[in-house]
């Protein structure tokens, strides 16, 4: 069959063949083609890579047609004014090939930033059918980054680590990008990379001199990719100059290189605390807490300078005389630690100056201990460590210790039933199986375990129907503003009336209702009514207490003045961006 077939093409080409041979075919005139005919190359690139080290491209510009000199007029297309294009160009006379030579200002390039232009020959005399008249072509300052290697990428927000391949700028060898940190949980817009600058003492940025060394900037939002299902937004990771609470280079402080690596420029481990904001939302403020987000670079060997110390309790000895027990933890690149106590109500950054002076006067571990503190009287103090390895502070640390003699009277106290308080607050939930005792000969309760871990305590006078609650520590600390603490809102405001906010028993719930505010000492954070159920014990007869009034409870701030801008219970914030 295919021995047919093929014998079938070969006698039909045959036919046709005769059929063009005809004689009609020597009366054909084919076209001519007059004038120059200056044309484009179809082999001409449609890109080039520009640079500050020249400020011209060289187009050529061909033609058919050479026995004479000509001028060809031009024109251009370039709408954003970037490049500047001759009107004409000369061919001499036998010149095949002339040169348009296309410059721009090397002042305006930026690195990655795309420029188009379209070159035309402005007359239709010169031009050629065979050629093309017209030639578009673009043209960028690449990037000048070498891949460093691959780090890692831990969020502390979202709750992962990834690898990241890390690259360094290798004009501006304190810009880095890093490529894919959120694949974990990018949902499809993640951008490509997050670019990094690290500044000094001097540099200019966001229209603020820079104070210090070492901080670490970035200009262009970050879109994670993760979308969140309730707000219907995509996350992004902002710095903390984008908004109005944070602006000033002031609150940058926790966006910063921690080690470099032996070269002095290329940084080991970076923090960042960005704002996760979501466009015309809202989002999580975390500009004011560190470790956020972590980035180690490739080559890195992390060294574990890790330092904690923690209050453990009083210890008293057989001669009655009490410590403050405290536990220093070291990790195992640390070489040794100094430590001392401040008096009562000592400065811990005074203590920490005091000791740098004079090194040697003060006590060291070389591991994990514990160590026994003299204390001879009930108050708070601060328990300062400072960490060294290859003669240098590595690490340093502050414990906050309430301190409790043992020669202090305590009243003895019962317990009279156990109950579940409902935090509003500061925190929110209940928090049920908590006990409740009674101070004997006493108006004041305790109520044991409460917030923090910690003793509430208040006093409640059944023939008033009154309780009252002093300020107190409740157990945690607020970012940066140091300890919380509660009371009643008179106690807090003495301009507030209990009338206002009252404190109340009702035995027909069984309940106490607290009006509590929290502030630390910077001010005011939250207020509000709280209430604590009581189940009593059989043994102990429930209190009874006077017919109490029915208060509508209404929240308000107290004081413009006193308040902080946020209160750690409300993770959310609706601050707007002002850039």
């Known amino acids: 069959m295919k021995t047919y077939y093929y014998n079938l093409f070969i006698a039909l080409m045959a036919v046709v063949g005769l059929t063009a041979c005809s004689d009609n075919d020597d009366d054909y005139q084919w076209a001519t083609v007059t004038g120059n005919q200056v044309y484009f190359s179809n082999q001409l690139p449609s890109s080039y890579s520009i640079s500050k080290s020249t400020n011209t491209i060289t187009i050529p510009i061909n033609r058919v047609k050479t026995d004479e000199a000509i001028t060809v007029n031009l024109t251009h297309t370039d709408g954003s004014g970037f490049f500047n294009v001759p009107s004409s160009v000369s061919f001499a006379q036998g010149e095949s090939e002339a040169q348009i030579t296309v410059s721009y200002d090397v002042d305006s390039l930026v690195y990655d930033e795309r420029h188009n232009d379209t070159l035309s020959i402005a007359s239709a005399d010169y031009t050629t059918i065979y050629g093309a008249s017209t030639y578009s072509f673009s043209a960028m300052m690449p990037s000048p980054y070498k891949l460093l290697g691959k780090g890692t990428l831990t969020d502390g927000f979202f709750g992962f680590t990834t690898t990241v391949d890390i690259y360094q700028n290798t004009e501006q060898t304190n810009v880095f990008r890093i490529f894919k940190g959120y694949d974990p949980v990018d949902d499809g817009n993640q951008d490509e990379y997050l670019q990094l600058t690290i500044l000094k003492a001097g540099d200019v940025v966001a229209g603020q001199t820079i104070a210090k060394d070492n901080l670490v900037y970035w200009g262009d939002d970050f879109n994670t990719g993760y979308h969140h299902p309730t707000y219907d937004a995509d996350v ?145 103090y601060q328990f300062v460590a400072i960490g060294f390895a290859g003669g240098e502070e590595v690490a340093a640390v502050a414990e906050t210790i309430r301190f409790t003699s043992s020669h202090d009277f305590a009243p003895s106290f019962e317990p009279v039933g156990t109950g579940t308080f409902t935090y509003t607050q500061y925190w929110e939930g209940d928090d049920p199986g908590l006990t409740i005792s009674k ?31 002093g300020e107190q520590f409740i157990g945690t600390q ?27 028993y009702d035995p027909a719930t069984k309940t106490f209702t607290f009006n509590l505010a929290y502030y630390v000492s910077a001010g005011f954070l939250t207020a509000g009514a709280e209430t604590f159920v009581v189940e009593w014990d059989a043994a102990a007869a429930a209190p009874s207490a006077r017919p109490v009034n029915k208060y509508l409870f209404t929240q308000k701030h107290l004081s413009v003045k006193k308040m902080l801008r946020n209160s750690d219970k409300v993770k959310f914030s609706v601050e707007k961006r002002v850039k």
């Open 439 to 469: 101070a004997q000969g006493t108006n004041t309760y305790r109520i044991s375990h409460w917030g923090g871990d910690v003793n509430f305590d208040f006093t409640w006078d059944p023939a008033t129907n009154k309780c009252t609650v």
């Open 478 to 504: 607020y970012s940066s503003y140091g300890d919380v603490f509660v009371s009643d809102v008179p106690t807090y405001d003495p301009d507030e009336s209990y009338d206002k906010y009252p404190c109340f």
């Open 236 to 380: 992004l990771v902002c710095h903390p100059y984008g908004f109005s609470s944070t602006k000033d280079q002031s609150m940058w402080s926790y966006n910063y290189v921690v080690e470099y690596q032996a070269d002095g420029v290329t940084p080991g481990e970076i923090h960042l605390a960005p704002f996760y904001y979501m466009n015309g939302v809202g989002g999580w403020n975390n500009t004011q807490n560190d470790g956020i987000i972590t980035i180690i670079f490739p080559g890195f060997d992390k060294k574990d300078y890790t330092l904690d110390v923690e209050y453990l309790g009083r210890l008293t000895d057989t001669e009655d005389a009490d410590f403050a027990q405290v536990s220093i933890g070291m990790g195992e690149d640390l070489e040794y630690v100094k430590y001392a106590m401040t008096d009562i109500d000592g400065d811990a950054q005074a203590l920490y100056e005091t000791m740098m002076a004079d090194l040697d006067s003060y006590p060291q571990v070389t591991k994990t201990s514990a160590v026994n503190m003299p204390v001879e009287k009930t108050g708070k």
